[in-house]
């Protein structure tokens, strides 16, 4: 099994994506929101690129018993009915609705893995329950950081680095790309404190300052999960 890494949805469209299983990463926040959304049981979400793009497949869809959720610069949108936080996909909330997401670098992430075989949800909360599944699917594997604004951030490269070292542990044959590699080595320095290092990087911070330190908490708990969400066909579920 290869791993690859991309550090940017802009590196990940360089890469060739056919056959290959492909991991989107926003460790703060949106991957790790819809894996909380998830457990609340949240019914599906629907990545799109823009505000007003989520707003017309909001009025285009009736059908569906929709909410609209998503971020800029960290807050809610004007108008949505849920932001980025986990701690807004409360059960009583979300429990058998589908979200319209649109996030300021996840979902950008999403949309340029859609040329892959296999899309997963990843995080630090089902570090553990990922590596089986990628194991199970036996397919190369590109790990796709959101990054942020099309550059590098460290609690992404982190987390895709514990993917590495987990499927490792759990016994897979693997060869490592130099990104991949790099990544590691980042997520070994840092992985007796996840939460210190997400609370220092720069996003982190950033969330700090406009009040939304405590989802870094949520953001930061190894293996809260089994859960691994899949996109598929335009459309982020539970497939089992």
Same mark, same amino acid.
């Given at each position: 099994m290869k791993i690859d890494l991309a550090f940017s949805p802009y590196e990940l469209e360089k890469k060739d994506l056919q056959g290959k299983a492909v991991v989107v990463i926003d460790a +703060?926040? @949106?991957t790790s929101t819809m894996i909380v959304a998830f457990e609340n049981g949240c019914s599906a979400f629907i990545p799109v690129l823009t505000v007003e793009e989520a707003k017309k +497949?909001? @009025?285009d869809r009736r059908d569906l018993d929709l909410l609209l959720g998503g971020e800029r610069r960290a807050l809610p949108v004007e108008g949505f009915h849920l932001g980025n936080s986990p701690r807004d996909y409360r059960p009583e909330k979300v429990k058998g609705k589908v979200v319209i997401m649109t996030?300021?670098?996840g979902t950008?992430?999403?949309i340029a893995a859609r040329g892959a075989a296999e899309v997963f949800i990843g995080a630090f909360l089902n570090l553990s329950?990922?590596?089986h599944r990628l194991i199970e699917a036996g397919r190369d594997v590109?790990?796709?950081c959101a990054g942020e604004k099309g550059f590098f951030c460290l609690e992404d490269t982190v987390?895709?680095?514990a993917i590495v070292d987990r499927l490792e542990k759990d016994g897979a044959a693997i060869s490592e790309s130099d990104s991949a590699m790099a990544a590691k080595v980042l997520y070994e320095y840092f992985e007796n404190d996840i939460y210190r290092m997400l609370l220092?990087?720069?996003?982190?911070?950033?969330l700090e300052s406009v009040g939304l330190g405590k989802d870094i908490r949520i953001c930061a708990r190894v293996d809260s999960s089994r859960l691994v969400p899949v996109y598929r066909e335009g459309k982020i579920f539970l497939d089992r």
């Open positions: +703060l926040r @949106a +497949l909001a @009025a996030t300021t670098n950008q992430a999403l329950a990922l590596s590109i790990i796709a987390c895709g680095g220092e990087s720069e996003w982190g911070q950033y």
